[in-house]
């Protein structure tokens, strides 16, 4: 049973940046697409970056310039770098991994933008 766990969130001064991470276990993690969603409140779900395992990468456009996402196979970890944070960027971000054509998420981490 795959499982995925998120930590690195928190509160963050607009200008700030964070690296979120993301441990999976009961997957052959190095052969499966992971990614990275937001859901801030009041509104959907919405994508922010994607890694295959050949380490291509997707991002949303508005974010693509300010956020980078990265993996260490050998961690079974995928990481989510965000720089110049804005109030906007408040949100839970969840993880999730491609998984014999399912995706599954993790529980999520909070990211507070706030002065």
């Known amino acids: 049973q795959v499982q995925l766990v998120e930590s690195g969130g928190g509160l963050v001064q607009p200008g700030g940046s964070l690296r979120l991470s993301c441990s999976a276990s009961?997957?052959?993690?190095?052969?499966?697409?992971m990614g990275w969603y937001r859901q801030a409140p009041g509104k959907e779900r919405e994508f922010v970056a994607q890694?295959?395992?050949?380490?291509?990468?997707a991002y949303a456009d508005s974010l693509k310039t300010r956020f980078t996402i990265s993996r260490t196979n050998a961690k079974n970890t995928v990481y989510l770098q965000m720089n110049s944070l804005k109030p906007d960027d408040t949100a839970v971000y969840y993880c999730?991994?491609?998984?014999?054509?399912?995706?599954?998420w993790g529980q999520g981490t909070q990211v507070t933008v706030s002065s």
């Open positions: 009961g997957s052959a993690f190095s052969a499966n697409t």
């Open positions: 999730y991994i491609l998984d014999s054509g399912t995706l599954k």
């Open positions: 890694i295959t395992p050949g380490t291509s990468t």
